[in-house]
């Protein structure tokens, strides 16, 4: 079932659902189960599974060198969408990457997810490699996410690469990220919001955002999307605090604000099961919010841990 028409059937009732990441190489997916099976009382409709890319890493040799290899430290993202369709039977939804993939391996993975019957992508750019900064494309692959989409709406009108004849028309409903703080490439909002609304016009079906813990950032977010003439439902990325160390790593990774309040209360804690008290109480207050505001849909970014999850969803749905 396409997202779209989940969002539509809940009639106005605001959905739960979560993303979570594949388990480093080697580790069982048992442990995936674990961390999703208490947050299924809560009826998602659907569960996101993050893509990861090649990194580059030191391996050490017996003989003391060190040589650098790329390896994907947490591979499996299609293998894992269809053990949860199977095992929770409910929608799972791939998280697709521009980075380190040729077109033609898209489109490989695309004929994968059709035979799985997922109906339903995330398509994105992917992020820099952590040791190059800066996004590059691999050769023969796409160098924004607004090119995946078409590739993938190419296929949706059955149109393959490098074959003249039609074959199946897909129909993946996609969705897109969407950044109520900005993109941290892009030079402005004015010029984000741009791409934005391309990749809407383009065809895809839904946003989903960065994380935020100011309302006010998506609030303003979604009404500029709407004067802009974007439609489509806006799903708001939420995370609890778990940690103090999160005060300088989440700004720095995901290039967001936090809000003096949250810091203040997060700085006079004394151990991190206090900071995740705070953090738990500030997102229940921020759904709380966001339902009131016409939030379709409450998605978590769980990191594969449901605890905090749990306990909001309980004081939420
Ligand atoms: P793009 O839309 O390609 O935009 C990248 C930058 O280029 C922006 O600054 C934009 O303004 C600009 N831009 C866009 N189109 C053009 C164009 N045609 N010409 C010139 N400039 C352009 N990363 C992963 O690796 N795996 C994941 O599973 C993953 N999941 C995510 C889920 C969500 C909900 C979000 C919000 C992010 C996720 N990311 C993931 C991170 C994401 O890949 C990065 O933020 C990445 O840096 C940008 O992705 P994008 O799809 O927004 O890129």
Redesign the pocket.
Known sequence: TKITEHIQRANGKTLFSF?I?PPLKGESIQHLFDAIEPLMEFKPPFI?V????EEVIDKKHSNGLIEKVSIRKRPG?VGICARIMERFKVDAVP?M???GFTRDETEDMLVDLHYLGIDNV???????EKSAGV?KPREGGH?????LLQQVMQMNKGILLHQETESYPTSFCTG????PEK????PNLE??F???K??IDMGAEFI????FFDNARYIEFVKKCRQAGILVPIIP?LKPLTTKKQLTVLPRIFHLDLPDDLVKAVEECKTDKEVKLVGIEWCIQQCKELIAFGAPVMHFYTMSKSDPVKAIAQAIF
């Open positions: 993303e990441i996101d993050t893509y990861h890319r993202t998280h990457i521009c980075g995330l398509v994105l750019r992917g992020d820099p996004f160098a924004y996410a607004s090119e897109i990220a969407g950044y993109h941290f490439e892009a010029t984000d741009k791409y934005l391309m990749k989903v955002t960065q994380m990325g």
